[in-house]
């Protein structure tokens, strides 16, 4: 038995019914390139892979919610900035850009670069799958379900919170870019942390969704970088040579502003901060602890 409230179980706020348009829900059984799946387990070369997050009947919803709620109570214009520039587009735009601006500082060569980007692409699609695999087993309700009086920044996603799409990308992509330049680790990590924060910014994740995402991110990324470390060319040694010295690659944000712009349509069907889309009798929903898994 879920000690939690289900994603398609309940409206978001400003609508009457659950939500019937799921976004990708076999994305989670799509084929991968550094793990493998057999059944409900997924596998390194090494075995079966223990992911490092917890299960969502142990966490405490109820205190997930109020983090949001008091996030949403007190935001900053900078806060809005970092939640309006992560949560542009899908979750790969931002980080398309900083492998660029990589590639360009460090003069990496046309094949080079292509492997670069072959890794770290292949490492976001794993990840992706993985936490899709996840959200829809899981079927965790978002924040906007849990409080249909609440105002996120950008417009609700339609799948499952938890895990964070976005934060498990960011995690994965900052482990393998640190692994081929471990001259620019720190900024890495740093960009990574703003990315996950942001969807707690934008009211459309819960804090957990984005720690959790982070941990197994990370953790895809590592197994990826181990199989990558051990690749050998024709001539028996390894293909990669890492940039060790920090160039200081200028790595956006800041500024603020998409490397590729786009006019996306914002329109929500949901209640943002911006606009109300209905006046239906909202509920506060708090899980029940008393109830035993």
């Known amino acids: ?53 917890p299960h969502p009947n142990d966490i405490d919803w109820e205190a997930e919610l109020k983090v949001v709620q008091e996030t ?20 790969t735009k931002q980080w398309t850009p900083i492998i660029d601006r990589l590639i360009d500082t460090y003069g990496v060569t046309p094949p080079y670069a292509a492997r670069i980007l072959e890794a770290v692409q292949a490492g976001i699609n794993d990840t992706f799958v993985v936490g899709w695999y996840y959200k829809y087993l899981w079927d965790v309700a978002r924040p ?39 001259g620019e680790a720190k900024r890495l990590h740093q960009l990574a942390e703003e990315a996950a924060v942001s969807r707690l ?10 720690d959790a995402a982070l941990v197994m991110g990370r953790q895809i990324g590592d197994i990826a970088v181990a199989q990558l470390s051990r690749q050998r060319n024709s001539s028996g040694k390894k293909i990669d040579t890492p940039y ?28 943002t901060k911006s606009s109300r889309c209905s006046d239906s009798n909202p509920k506060l929903f708090i899980p029940d602890k008393s109830k035993k898994c």
């Open 144 to 182: 906007i379900q849990y409080d249909q009086k609440l105002e996120p920044i950008l417009c609700t996603p339609r799948f499952p919170t938890y895990i964070s799409g976005h934060s498990a990308i960011a995690g994965c992509a900052e482990v393998i870019l640190s692994y081929f330049f471990p």
């Open 1 to 53: 038995m879920s000690r939690y409230l289900k994603w398609s179980e309940v409206p978001y706020g400003g609508e009457t019914k659950p939500p019937n348009d799921p976004v990708n829900p076999l994305a989670g059984s799509w084929p991968t390139t550094f793990i493998k799946r057999r059944g409900s387990r997924f596998y390194s070369p090494n075995g079966p892979i223990r992911f490092r997050i």
């Open 244 to 271: 060790f010295k920090d160039l200081h690659a200028r790595l956006q944000p800041p500024p603020y502003k998409q490397a590729i712009p786009y006019p996306f349509n914002d329109t929500c069907t949901s209640n």
């Open 201 to 210: 910014y934008a009211g459309v994740h819960f804090k957990v969704d984005n």
């Open 72 to 91: 949403l109570d007190n935001i900053t214009p900078r806060q809005i900035q970092i939640a309006k520039y992560w949560g542009t587009g899908v979750a």
